[in-house]
């Protein structure tokens, strides 16, 4: 006879553990394990069957694996938490009974806790940590613009200042800006870290309120993640690249509000560089590491015992010819043949202009955010001044003679008065408006300033991120996006949208001409193009036609594969299939969403 199966004791009845019970197995508060939870990456998940979940109980609640749960009994910081528990009783119960030297002695002996194996064990590699830093850096510089009250502690905002000033000035030096955007939100920025696309978000400069509906307490415990993480991150940049990390901070200056100009990036002495090995990521055979062996038995020169392995070049025998490669001839003697890498074929193909604004000198006015476009103009290699009134610590000043271009926001003004050399100064510079310095970052080039002169009504600021395959971008002309909308779109799509630009050109009967024609045939083609540049059709839309003729007389010969797509939906799990079905609707609507976008671009073109 079988084991008995008894109620809730296999299935998703074990696998899941509601929050109460898990908060009672851990022994913590509601607080606690919101905390634990956040730090160490567990969240909670959703069941087949909930009913089955919670032992045929449908009351509402919130699953967690009973995994997961396991995990976390093991944590170190829940015993930190509780031993802070204890402490909080203690140094109560001395202050309510005035044992003051008690509590000044538990004071001084705070239980405090460390999140730094943590980090290591939710980031393996650097790479993980460089990817997850995006929300790290939005928390970052959200709560850098934030007032210190009594839920926020000025510390706290002076250390996510500092956090935010050190990644501004290694973007500067390793020039990896790549994309921004002014958007209502804040300001979007872009860039490539370790070949990894990293955006984040900045608020403007405005005066910020913490609303009191607003639970502080949960994006702190996020914040003391964050702020350790890009320690570990930025600590590893910057000593890659060569820095002192953290940079020095002159106080004086950064009182008299310098910003940026505060920090200095110093170059760091007596690197230790470690040789990195072409062929890190394969692992070696047998034979291979036999071959070494060979090799360094057979070597007769000297070996220093001080001599890393690794850094030895060893020539290995492969018994099977995977590549061939072609000898050149060398230049010289001792010349050594760099062959292109992986590596660098990429850094070419993806090489941006990091040098845009080098060979120019801008000048701030009072009116511009400083911080700002200090950051975009020297993250591209430009020189860039300001007033005395937005800070101190500026390399020109406005009387400078190599200013070339000055950022300006305010009205033009008809000055009667001035000197002569005054004038001249201002003839030779530039006065454009803020958002030609983020249009030049994102076009790649710099664009003419006739567009972004003071006082000129600007062109629209479109987002550089909207660069999906298939995504409407208005740059293009209206001619290209129909093609390209006509290549996509399936054909009974096509035809509804054909027919209505008929409709409104008034050239339908042309296009019964083109329709009983052969298509295929040379003959026929030119006797229905005659009759269309008769009738007055452009050579354009007798061409779209055509195609439109072609791809449905194709259709018409093919089998129709519908029912082909209906039996492999059927073989489908119900999962997959609905992700299937989601995916279809994603490109429906987006193709909607393109369609509505040409539409309205063809409106505009023929009232104009």
């Given amino acids: 006879m079988g084991r008995l199966k008894q109620k809730g004791k296999a299935g998703a009845a074990k696998a899941y553990m509601t929050r109460s019970a898990a908060v009672k197995k851990l022994q913590c508060s509601l607080a606690d394990f919101r905390r634990l939870c956040i730090l160490k990456g567990i969240f909670p998940r959703e069941p087949r069957s909930r009913k089955k979940a919670n032992k045929g109980s449908t009351a509402p609640t919130s699953f967690y694996y009973t995994k997961d749960i396991a995990y976390l009994a093991h944590e170190p910081v829940l015993n930190k938490l509780r031993e802070h528990k204890a402490f909080a ?11 003051w030297s008690i509590a000044k002695n538990l004071e001084d002996s705070r239980p405090t806790y460390r999140l730094d194996h943590i980090i290591k064990e939710r980031y393996p590699t650097f790479i993980d940590a460089v990817r997850d830093i995006d929300d790290a850096l939005c928390m970052i510089f959200l709560f850098a613009s934030l007032p210190s009250n009594d839920r926020v502690s000025p510390s706290l905002i002076a250390n996510c200042s500092r956090l935010a000033a050190e990644w501004q000035l290694y973007v500067m030096h390793s020039r990896s800006l790549r994309k921004v955007f002014l958007s209502i939100k804040g300001i979007y920025y872009q ?27 949960v994006m702190l415990t996020f914040l003391e993640l964050y702020q350790t993480l890009l320690g570990f991150v930025f600590f590893k940049l910057f000593t890659d690249a060569g820095l002192v990390y953290p940079p020095p901070l002159d106080t004086t200056r950064d009182e008299a509000g310098a910003g940026l100009g505060a920090f200095s990036v110093q170059i760091a002495e007596n690197i230790v560089s470690i040789p990195k090995r072409e062929n890190a990521g394969k692992i070696a055979s047998t034979k291979e590491v036999r071959q070494a062996i060979k090799t360094i038995t057979a070597d007769p020169s000297p070996v220093n015992e001080d001599v890393d392995v690794d850094s030895r070049d060893f020539t290995a025998v492969p018994t099977e010819v995977d590549e061939v490669f072609v000898l050149h001839s060398s230049i010289g003697a001792d010349a050594t043949a760099s062959l292109p890498t992986l590596q660098s074929l990429s850094e070419a193909r993806n090489s941006a202009p990091t040098s ?7 000048f701030l006015s009072r009116e511009t955010s400083r911080p700002v476009f200090e950051f975009l103009i020297r993250s591209f290699g430009g020189r860039v001044g300001w007033s005395s009134s937005s800070g101190s610590g500026s ?6 003679d190599s200013i070339t271009h000055v950022i300006i926001d305010r009205p033009v003004i008809a000055k009667t008065s001035g000197s002569t050399e005054e004038k001249e100064r201002q003839r030779r510079r530039k006065y454009v408006q803020p958002q030609w310095v983020v249009d030049c970052i994102n076009a790649g080039k710099i664009l003419l ?28 002309s209206l001619s290209h996006l129909e093609e390209a909308s006509a290549e996509e779109v399936p054909d009974s799509e096509y035809e509804r949208a054909s027919e209505r630009n008929e409709k409104e ?36 839309t007798f061409e779209k036609e055509v195609r439109r003729l072609q791809r449905k007389r194709a259709q018409k010969v093919q089998p129709d594969d519908q029912s082909e797509v209906d039996m492999g939906k059927m073989l489908l799990s119900n999962k997959k299939r609905k992700l299937y079905e989601r995916m279809k609707h994603g490109e429906r609507r987006r193709a909607a969403e393109r369609e509505t976008l040409l539409s309205r671009r063809r409106e505009i073109k023929g009232r104009n």
């Fill in 89 to 99: 009783k203690k140094i109560s119960r001395a202050l309510g009974r005035g044992e």
């Fill in 191 to 217: 860039v490539e870290v370790m070949d990894q696309d990293v955006t984040w978000l900045v608020p403007y400069q405005f005066t910020q309120n913490v609303p009191s509906d607003v639970d502080v307490r």
């Fill in 356 to 362: 845009l604004f080098s060979p120019y000198t801008f």
């Fill in 395 to 400: 390399p020109i000043t406005e009387s400078d």
């Fill in 449 to 476: 300033e006739d567009l972004y002169v003071q006082g000129a009504t600007l062109p629209p600021h479109l987002s550089p991120f909207g660069d999906k395959p298939g995504a409407y971008d208005p740059t293009v």
């Fill in 505 to 540: 050109e008034g050239v339908g009967e042309v296009v019964e001409t083109v329709s009983i024609s052969n298509a295929d045939d040379a003959e026929s083609l030119r006797a229905a193009e005659l009759a269309a540049e008769a009738a007055g059709m452009e050579y354009g």
